[in-house]
């Protein structure tokens, strides 16, 4: 820091000509002796001098008011300044302001106190503008009355130490920063091995505080107990060599937290060379997560492996180029579809590729239109027999966007065409028996007309004889059975008219899911108390049909008590509705004891029943099948004993409302 030396001391000169004025009378020999100590001040003043210049500090001196009376030419090296560029200015004229500021009030206050200078580090600058930063250090110069008439002082650059000194510190509070924002644990070992660092990650990993885990034995503390003979065989070598068969590598190995609890962990240990002993760094991230992660997915992995080789239709992966099977489930092994062979060997028995339009190649279609293609051809099985397979592939693409390879699964459809084939039996089946029905209505309302009459003329006179007073109270009772019957018999004649269709329906725009809840109202009370809990799962925005109301709710009157019958001890009762392919469905299932195989034929015959007798005509489902069949739909029934009991009911929805289109696209 500060200025030029201005040595206090006399010079040569100045002694010289002191003595000369005071020994001017001496003789010769005193002249001798003047001239050696004249000599001896110059060789001391030029070894001083020579000491200053070679100094790598600068030596300066200032007076009471800083300003530098004297500059050694070190000053050239530090600040780029010649020493008289230096003499008549401050120290605070080479500094950034705020710097300035801060030494003159330092400065100031050690001047009024004669203080000592001691490393006073400040910051100058450059002649080119670069920071230098000087060590200052200073002794007071007091005149003989003990005033303050200057400073002599040293300067020294420890820019570059203190720039190391600076990245040090940063690096330090990086590490600090690092270590402690860390998720992994971050732990040093000494050559003890004992714990000479611990990061905050390390004790929520392992749940020793740093205080309860520094200087502990590493290995006893983290490691369980079955691993600790090997590691103290072991540690020995570490300490001499810095090996061990962890070590440079990054691991998964078993550790244990302070509760005892064992977790996975993941080491990565590095070996670092500290005052000639082997240290060691650890960073152990807690891979429990992951180890489960990967349990799940191997799990999984198992689970599709399973549910692959479980499936019995065959798949397999063909490559595109060369039409050769890659990979291949079970289903397609027992088939004979070997890894290896090619797909038109296997399947046809031929050495060229399918083609033609009867058997066209799966995975040539596939190529082209770098999609997914169905298609049918027939195969031979292991037996030579013809089996109508429908294959659908599935291209698979390259980073590149080319087709290398197929997936082709295989479905055997032969069992499905003789299904359908069934079901073009069952359908005309199913028209004859409408007929029947048909036939026995018109047979019902022919007998329910020449019946209804006389029951009404029995009914009427029974009731004439009962409110005579004459009538005995015998005869009252009698009379009122006669009644009953008579009015049963009058259900069982009209529902004999429902069933014969004889009640035209008066159709309108309807809105099904509030048919459904009108009806649900009817019993909904009733059932509660019979233990029977009623939920209700209407789709929202269902297009209208066309019907009628009454009949409808018959319909649906008949199923829910039907559904309820069969759940004499309580159960539940679901109605939902949904909208498919134009139709609306309604699906009533309940927890019931179902209906036995042999009964499902005959539910929708006239007169059939499974119930005691008196407690219904059987004509219920009967009835309810011809109106639905009316209404253009359909009414099936799915059951199986034991296990409850699945009515849908199809119907038509209405074209005219437009809420249809509305409602598919919505459900698109």
């Known amino acids: 820091m500060y200025g030029t030396m201005n040595d206090p001391r006399p010079t040569a000169k100045q002694t010289a000509d002191g003595m000369k004025q005071q020994h001017t009378a001496k003789p010769e020999p005193v002249e001798t002796e003047l001239d050696v100590t004249l000599q001896e001040l110059r060789s001391s003043e030029q070894r001083f001098r020579s000491l200053v210049e070679m100094t790598s500090d600068w030596l300066w001196e200032v007076d009471a008011q800083a300003t530098y009376t004297y500059s050694s030419p070190k000053v050239k090296d530090l600040l780029g300044y010649e020493p008289e560029e230096v003499i008549g200015k401050t120290p605070f004229d080479f500094m950034p302001r ?63 130490p203190k720039q190391i000194e600076d990245a040090l510190r940063e690096s330090r509070e990086r590490f600090k920063t690092i270590t402690a924002s860390a998720k992994d644990a971050i732990i040093m070992m000494d050559n003890d091995g004992n714990v000479s660092y611990w990061n905050k990650a390390a004790q929520s990993i392992f749940g020793h505080t740093r205080q309860e885990a520094m200087g502990r034995y590493i290995h006893t503390l983290l490691a369980p107990t079955r691993y600790h003979e090997q590691h103290f065989k ?31 962990i993941e080491l990565s240990l590095s070996a670092v060379r500290v005052r000639d002993e082997w240290h060691a760094i650890a960073i152990v ?54 890894v290896g062979s090619t797909c038109y060997a296997l399947t046809h028995g031929t050495e ?32 030579g027999n013809s089996r109508f397979i429908e294959i659908h592939g599935y291209p698979i693409f390259d980073d590149g966007g080319r087709v290398v390879q197929m997936i082709e699964y295989c479905l055997d459809v032969t069992d499905r065409k003789w299904a359908e084939e069934q079901l073009r039996l069952a359908t005309r089946q199913q028209i004859g028996r409408s007929e029947k029905l048909a036939s026995i209505g018109r047979l019902a309302a022919g007998i329910a007309h020449e019946i209804n009459n006389p029951l009404t003329g029995v009914l009427t006179f029974a009731h004439l004889l009962r409110d ?78 066309t019907g009628d109301e009454n009949q409808l709710q018959q319909v649906l009157l008949n199923v829910l008590l039907n559904a309820c019958e069969a759940m ?52 219920g489902l009967s009835v309810s099948y011809g109106i639905v069949e009316q209404h253009g739909g359909s009414l099936e029934i799915e059951s199986e004993e034991g296990s409850g009991t699945t009515v849908t009911i199809v119907l038509p929805a209405g074209k005219e409302t437009g809420a249809e289109d509305d409602y598919m696209e919505g459900q698109k």
């Not at 190529?367 to 997914?372: F, L, M």
């Open 285 to 338: 991230r807690d891979i429990t997560d992951r180890k489960q992660a990967e349990e799940k997915i191997l799990q999984q992995h198992r689970f599709l492996q399973h549910v692959m080789d479980s499936l019995t239709h065959p798949f397999y992966v063909v490559n595109a180029d060369n039409y050769s099977i890659e990979l291949a489930n079970a289903a397609a092994r027992e088939a004979c579809v070997y």
């Open 98 to 160: 705020a710097e300035a500021e801060r030494l003159a009030a330092l400065f100031w206050e050690s001047a009024q106190s004669h203080k000592l200078l001691v490393r006073l580090e400040n910051t100058n600058l450059h002649k080119d503008g670069r920071i230098v930063i000087l060590e200052s250090s200073g002794v007071p110069l007091l005149d003989e009355d003990g005033r303050l008439i200057g400073y002599r002082g040293i300067d020294r650059d420890i820019t570059e």
């Open 568 to 619: 004499p001890r309580g159960g539940r009762l679901t109605i939902s509705t949904s909208a498919q392919d134009g139709s609306v469905l309604i699906k009533v299932v309940d927890t019931g004891c179902g209906i036995k195989k042999e009964h499902l034929e005959q539910v929708f015959e006239p007169f059939f029943s499974t119930k005691p007798v008196g407690k219904g005509t059987g004509l």
């Open 468 to 545: 005579k007073e004459s009538t005995s109270k015998e005869d009252r009772q009698d009379l009122d059975i006669i009644i009953n019957e008579t009015a049963r018999a009058g259900d069982i004649v009209r529902g004999l008219l429902d069933f014969a269709r004889e009640k035209t329906p008066v159709k309108e725009s309807l809105d099904l899911n509030h048919v459904i809840d009108q009806t649900i109202r009817l019993i909904r009370k009733q059932k509660e108390l019979e233990q029977i809990s009623i939920e209700e799962d209407l789709r929202e925005g269902l297009p209208n049909i």
């Open 352 to 383: 060229t590729p399918c083609h033609g339009e009867d058997h066209s190649c799966p995975l040539v279609e596939v190529k082209k239109s770098r999609n997914v293609v169905t298609m049918e051809h027939i195969h031979r099985d292991t037996r």
């Open 234 to 264: 072991a540690f020995p070598t570490f300490q001499e060599t810095g090996r061990g068969a962890a070590v440079g590598k990054t691991v998964e190995l078993t550790a244990i937290r302070k509760n005892g609890e064992e977790f996975p």
